[in-house]
């Protein structure tokens, strides 16, 4: 597609259960970012990647959550043993470099039961 | 000190005002700045990118002040579908990664 696309759209766990998310970047763009955002805040920085490595990660909340990004192209955010406080939106964001305009995927929603 | 910081606001203005918006940011190498829009429960989007000389995109006027490390937002003529909230980007300098503001929350009334 044109655009950044995340998978699930919309997900609903259990509190302790893992969960993936994932997100397809725009081709090309080396770039890629995942923030959270929870109902009624401001975006929270988690982790950006250029190309495959990740030189910032200390938006990472806790151990529980680790991502990866394979063929400078998907990235995968994993949560360990969710927990209440994880339920948001997780957005993904890509740009041709790193000083470049960002595009948006929607969003994964997260539930925690 | 955060990296880039606005006022949340919420701004609350009537129709056809002017309103403005101020952004600091810490970093003096910073080199890149946009303003970005968020509608609720929808993701951000590029609004405009602020150049060194100012620019101006119809109602909306960004400007730089590098001597006093801010951006600003000016929109004339408000309009109710510009009821959002708007988010500050700068990056970190070094032609690292770029950095959110916390964004500030315009209200439009009739």
């Known amino acids: 597609g044109a655009g950044v696309s995340q998978s699930p759209s919309n997900k609903v766990t259990e509190k302790g259960k893992d969960v993936e998310l994932r997100c397809d970047p725009i081709?090309?763009?080396?770039?890629l970012y995942w923030y959270r955002q929870r109902l009624g805040q401001g975006l929270e920085f988690l982790i950006y990647f250029q190309g495959n490595s990740a030189p910032d990660k200390s938006g990472l909340p806790s151990d529980r959550f680790s991502a990866e990004r394979t063929g400078e192209s998907v990235s995968t955010l994993t949560i360990q043993r969710t927990q209440q406080e994880d339920s948001a939106v997780y957005l993904c964001?890509?740009?041709?470099?790193?000083?470049?305009?960002?595009?948006f995927g929607e969003g994964s929603r997260l539930t925690v039961l | 000190r955060k990296e880039v910081e606005q006022d949340p606001g919420p701004f609350n203005v009537p129709e056809g005002a002017t309103v403005a918006f101020n952004c600091t940011y810490s970093?003096?190498?910073?080199?890149?700045f946009f303003w970005y829009r968020q509608d609720c429960r929808k993701e951000p989007k590029l609004l405009m990118s602020?150049?060194?000389s100012g620019n101006e995109d119809g109602r909306f006027t960004a400007q730089l002040n590098r001597a006093s490390q801010y951006i600003s937002l000016l929109i004339r003529d408000s309009k109710l579908s510009d009821s959002a909230t708007y988010l500050c980007v700068a990056d970190s300098g070094g032609y690292q990664k770029v950095t959110f503001g916390t964004g500030t929350k315009l209200q439009v009334i009739p």
């Open positions: 602020v150049y060194s």
């Open positions: 081709s090309g763009h080396t770039a």
């Open positions: 970093n003096s190498a910073s080199q890149s």
């Open positions: 964001a890509s740009s041709l470099g790193p000083l470049g305009e960002l595009f």
